[in-house]
């Protein structure tokens, strides 16, 4: 391999670590905000924290939103049950409750800067000495991944940066990969794919990459990971006992 892309959210870092609180809270303001209260907000929160994929204790749910999007229309179904059973209009709920979440980038900055992630950055430094060019494709916002970059102090160690601009097509579209291939000129398959979801796998294999290496700190889906990637891990540190990547 001469060229890795690696997913952001749920692969440097396990997903609920950061974001499971701030998925929480934007779902119990706009929860608080429709007159929910007590145990009933704090039972219909976690239903609705599950089905997006991470709770306020920083578990990661499988089939949420945040790791199967091809779902997404099941875990819509399920939150317009929730809702009805709390005696909430669904419509309404929509309304305050995406509108809180579509507001979480600017709360993960602060999340981002309290949080330690031990590993990464010597992690880095040895794919780097180890010729690597590294790109880190997410759906994630651009200005967030800089800032997760920055903050770790692997910035100048990713040579390839790509989010959820303005035009761009998401995973698993290859367009990313593409990209990555041509300003760089590798060939597909001296390019892996690291990541922590299905999504992550289909744009590898769409992509035609080289190699598909799978870790359980997003989706958790050992099962389903173990068909799609040619390797599953546990974190991105142990990647360094992989006999393609670390060959001698």
């Known amino acids: 391999m001469k060229g890795l892309i690696i997913d952001k959210d749920g692969t440097l870092f396990h997903y609920g670590y950061v974001w499971g609180s701030v ?3 934007a779902v119990v303001s706009g929860l608080s905000k429709l007159g929910l209260k007590g145990e009933k907000l704090n039972k219909t929160a976690h239903k609705f924290e599950m089905y997006f994929g ?3 204790e920083g578990n990661n749910y499988k089939n949420g939103i945040l790791f199967r999007p091809d779902l997404i229309v099941l875990s819509i179904a399920k939150m317009v049950i929730a809702s009805l059973a709390a005696g909430l209009n669904p419509f309404k709920v929509k309304d305050i409750v ?4 579509s507001g979480i980038g600017d709360r993960i900055k602060s999340e981002i800067a309290n949080k330690d992630f031990p590993g990464l950055k010597e992690l880095f430094f040895s794919l780097k000495e180890r010729g690597y060019k590294i790109g880190i494709v997410t759906n994630d916002n ?6 997760f970059l920055s903050y770790i102090g692997i910035e100048d160690c990713v040579d390839f940066i790509r989010g959820d601009g303005k035009g761009a097509k998401k ?6 990969f593409n990209q990555f291939i041509k300003e760089f000129g590798l060939k597909r398959e001296d390019v892996a794919v690291i990541g922590d979801s299905k999504q992550d796998m289909d744009f590898a294999k769409r992509a035609k990459a080289g190699y598909k290496v799978a870790v359980l700190t997003g989706s958790g889906d050992e099962k389903l990971l173990n068909k799609m990637a040619d390797a599953v891990y546990p974190t991105i540190l142990d990647i360094v006992k992989d006999p393609v990547l670390f060959s001698k």
């Open 23 to 25: 998925v929480s809270d």
């Open 54 to 56: 991470v709770d306020r």
């Open 171 to 176: 995973k698993p579209n290859p367009e990313a």
């Open 98 to 101: 995406f509108v809180e979440l």
């Open 142 to 147: 651009e200005a967030t991944t800089r800032l």
